[in-house]
């Protein structure tokens, strides 16, 4: 999985991105198209029109991490939501998209938390 593990919140780039765009092209797509906090502690993940590669954009304390994945065969489950610019997942979502899957596992076990009987 990506290392910054302190990253509270994922955002999907819905429809494609021109994926030669680098750190500044993808950041001003998440400030003026997505009008998303760039600075704030999550990862914006950008697909390209083949949906055979990823870019996902991320600030860490003084600087971006921009990680990249291609396929070789097979493409990735990206969502197509007409009316919405960003889609916000969780990792676990977005484990299952870099794993092949769906957003949407069914079968999957559901969260859990503890209560605390006051």
């Known amino acids: 999985m990506l290392s910054p593990a302190e990253a509270t919140h994922v955002y999907l780039a819905i429809g494609s991105t021109d994926l030669r765009k680098s750190i500044d092209?993808?950041?001003?797509?998440?400030g003026q198209v997505?009008?998303?906090?760039?600075?704030?502690?999550?990862?914006?993940?950008?697909?390209?029109?083949?949906?055979?590669?990823?870019?996902?954009?991320v600030w860490d304390h003084n600087g971006f991490w921009?990680?990249?994945?291609?396929l070789e065969r097979?493409?990735?489950?990206?969502p197509?939501?007409?009316?919405?610019?960003?889609l916000p997942v969780s990792r676990r979502q977005l484990q299952w998209l870099l794993d092949?899957?769906?957003l949407e596992q069914p079968?999957?076990?559901?969260?859990?938390?503890?209560?605390?009987?006051v």
Do not use: M
């Not at 921009?66 to 291609?70: D, I, N, P, T």
């Open 25 to 30: 092209g993808l950041a001003a797509i998440v």
């Open 34 to 57: 997505l009008e998303l906090d760039l600075f704030s502690n999550s990862l914006f993940v950008f697909c390209n029109r083949g949906r055979d590669k990823l870019k996902i954009l």
């Open 66 to 70: 921009l990680y990249y994945r291609r």
């Open 74 to 78: 097979g493409r990735f489950r990206w």
């Open 80 to 86: 197509e939501h007409a009316h919405h610019k960003s």
């Open 100 to 102: 092949g899957l769906t």
């Open 107 to 117: 079968q999957a076990h559901t969260p859990v938390t503890a209560r605390i009987a």
